[in-house]
């Protein structure tokens, strides 16, 4: 199935080069491009595309509020918000992921790596930069440890170990992998935490891995 993407960035010439990149690929399709921020929430109730890859400085709307607007539209469920962004800092990530953006990556990222980060998004995984991720984690150590939250008290003690990890930005194989589990089993057990954690997507549960204090866990080390 072909992967249908909108681009929103407030640059022509950067639309135009990601536009080539995407739809040289086989399984990828740009349907739609947008200026700003209005113009991307408007195209993403009329089009439904798989995948956002929005930017976060645009005129009128913001890329972050644009998130914010399309993630909390019922309607556009399916529609996966990617932060792509020059500006890779703490309180930006922090905000794309309440916003519920499935994923913060640089502008500086390889042609290959945008795209399979696109088919990360649209297979509904989480996909944080390096820098974003050290970003998170700063923050999460600059804040004074609580304890875990009784929020978590709907998880199974493996329930809990698999979003300490997804909050590290491991990937369902890569914690397949540390825990000698086949990538089935983890998708089960992370797909069950975010229902019973009522999470939209993987994003909401590193959110929610931070908020609560399961981040920097002992399990996730």
Not at 190 to 193: D, G, I, K, P
């Given at each position: 199935m072909t992967i249908q993407v909108l681009l929103a960035d407030d640059q022509a010439l950067l639309r135009g080069a990601f536009r080539l990149l995407?739809?040289?690929a086989d399984d990828i399709t740009v349907v739609g491009e947008a200026a700003d921020g209005r113009e991307s929430v408007r195209l993403t109730r009329e089009l439904h595309p798989d995948v956002v890859i929005m930017d976060i400085r645009m005129p009128?709307?913001?890329g972050l509020a644009a998130t914010a607007e399309i993630c909390a539209d019922p309607d556009l469920r399916a529609s996966r918000i990617l932060?792509?962004?020059t500006y890779e800092t703490d309180e930006y990530v922090a905000q794309a992921l309440r916003a519920g953006a499935g994923g913060f990556i640089g502008k500086g990222i390889g042609a290959e790596d945008l795209l399979n980060a696109v088919r990360t998004i649209a297979d509904g995984d989480t996909l944080l930069s390096p820098a974003a991720t050290r970003s998170l984690v700063t923050r999460f150590l600059a804040t004074p440890a609580q304890p875990q939250s009784p929020e978590l008290d709907v998880l199974t003690p493996r329930e809990r170990e698999m979003v300490a990890l997804v909050a590290t930005g491991l990937s369902n194989q890569e914690i397949a992998e540390r825990l000698v589990l086949s990538p089935f089993t983890v998708r089960a057990h992370?797909?069950?935490?975010m229902t019973k954690l009522?999470?939209?997507d993987r994003a909401q549960l590193v959110v929610i891995a931070y908020q609560t204090g399961l981040a920097g866990s002992t399990s996730a080390e």
């Open positions: 995407l739809d040289s009128d709307l913001d932060i792509l962004t992370v797909q069950r935490s009522e999470a939209r």
